[in-house]
């Protein structure tokens, strides 16, 4: 079992910048993908990016393209999320999650393993 631990969020204003970390023990050995949700209250859990593990495959949900980079650093175990020119529609709880079958589907069915997320806050 993978225990996936976020950090990283903050308060910015819009059109400034964020690095959120993930910090997954061992995940290359047991994880196809690792992926980052995000979550306002009273709405669904929406998928942000995912990763590929034993690759360089990178796959983003359509409203972050070009402004959020989802990378990793497997010798620290950590996934990260860049998070550019912010929105204040990009505010929400991120999470960061393990598992995945085909990365390219951001189903947050296929995770198994959640962090407890940290919070990003972007204001006008």
């Known amino acids: 079992q993978i225990y996936p631990v976020e950090s990283g969020g903050d308060s910015v204003q819009a059109g400034g910048s964020l690095r959120l970390s993930c910090i997954a023990t061992k995940y290359t050995y047991t994880t196809n993908c690792m992926a980052w949700f995000r979550q306002v209250p009273g709405k669904e859990r929406e998928a942000v990016a995912s990763?590929?593990?034993?690759?360089?495959?990178?796959y983003y949900t359509d409203s972050v393209k070009g402004r959020f980079t989802i990378s990793q650093d497997v010798p620290k175990e950590t996934i990260y999320l860049e998070l550019a020119a912010l929105k204040t529609e990009d505010t929400a709880m991120y999470y960061c999650?393990?598992?995945?079958?085909?990365?390219?589907?951001?189903?947050?069915?296929?995770?198994?393993?959640w962090g407890q997320g940290t919070q990003v806050t972007v204001s006008s």
């Open positions: 990763i590929a593990t034993r690759g360089l495959a990178t």
């Open positions: 999650a393990a598992g995945g079958v085909v990365c390219s589907d951001l189903s947050s069915e296929f995770y198994s393993s």
